[in-house]
């Protein structure tokens, strides 16, 4: 036999065997499980998978939580103490830069008032029986002093009454706890 002739076997052989040994590995490869099939009980089988593959448990996501609102406190109206009903004036431009009864300057916009006897830092709450306007004002004067006045009303709380066209008006005085 020639060279060339003994490669063409060797050549031969070697594409012949590569089949052969890829069936021998998957041979090996599937063996334990052929073993595994021809063992055990082919019934028992269906047994086995439902025991070892249990669904996961479904689980609903939670809701979401309610926005929690803040509580906010309304503030307590103040208690009335008395109640009284009479005339009242406002006082103005003539008297802005004076000192008033407890000595505090007396300043344009303010929400503060004149009664004859009511202490100082006392307040009242004074609505205006011609138009249903009211507002919260602060005794620190003494007044007023002309008729039968109740109360003479700081710049502030005159506007706020709407007072400074006619100067006087029928008013309902709360005074406040």
Do not use: C
Not at 93 to 122: S, V
Request: hydrophobic share 45%; proline share 9%; charged share 15%.
């Amino acid at each position: 036999m020639s060279v060339q002739t003994l490669q063409r076997i060797v050549a031969v052989a070697t594409l012949a065997a590569i089949p052969l040994q890829a069936v021998a590995v998957a041979q090996e490869l599937t063996q334990p499980l052929l073993k595994l099939t021809a063992v055990a009980d082919i019934d028992y089988l269906p047994d086995l998978l439902e025991e070892t593959v249990e669904p996961e448990p479904v689980v609903a996501p939670l809701p979401a939580p309610a926005p929690v609102k803040p509580v906010v406190a309304k503030p307590a109206q103040p208690q009335v103490r008395s109640i009284s009903q009479g005339e009242a004036s406002w006082y103005g431009p003539g008297f802005f830069g004076n000192l008033t009864a407890n000595g505090e300057i007396y300043r344009p916009g303010t929400m503060t008032a004149a009664h004859r006897t009511l202490p100082f830092g006392t307040r009242v709450r004074v609505t205006n029986l011609w138009n249903g306007r009211s507002a919260v004002v602060r005794i620190n004067d003494r007044g007023p002093y002309v008729g039968a006045r109740v109360i003479d009303l700081g710049h502030g709380a005159a506007g706020e009454l709407g007072l400074f066209h006619s100067g006087i008006a029928q008013v309902k005085l709360e005074v406040l706890q």
